[in-house]
């Protein structure tokens, strides 16, 4: 636990690949069933589908049986909440903040870096 931990919780995210001839609708539905939290499906047909962490391998497996769907990435993230987000205003900033974080990941001693900024 951390100082900062407040500020974000902890999630599973899956990412299934598209396939063909299943609609959101539908994978929509299953994934509640299966106890999502929040289901995100892009413009290519990509799924993220988010859970407690606890039941992040459970949420995959049934909706990998039930649909059909192939997992492309599977992890515990910490996500930001939305109460606690930065509002980044200027390209300069974002530029500047993007160029420290990518410093920080180049170090090996650093496992993640988790933002709170929109």
Do not use: C, H
């Amino acid at each position: 636990m951390t100082a900062t931990s407040y500020m974000f919780e902890k999630k599973g995210k899956v990412v299934f690949e598209a396939l063909e001839g299943i609609g959101e609708e539908a994978i929509l539905e299953r994934a509640i069933e299966a106890g999502a939290l929040d289901v995100d499906i892009d413009g290519e047909g990509k799924a993220t589908v988010f859970t407690v962490s606890s039941q992040t391998t459970t949420t995959a497996q049934i909706l990998t049986g039930a649909l059909g769907l192939r997992v492309e990435s599977s992890e515990i993230i910490w996500d930001p909440r939305e109460d606690t987000k930065v509002d980044i205003d200027s390209a300069e900033t974002s530029d500047t903040l993007r160029n420290f974080i990518g410093r920080l990941q180049d170090d090996p001693g650093v496992y993640g870096v988790y933002l709170n900024t929109s």
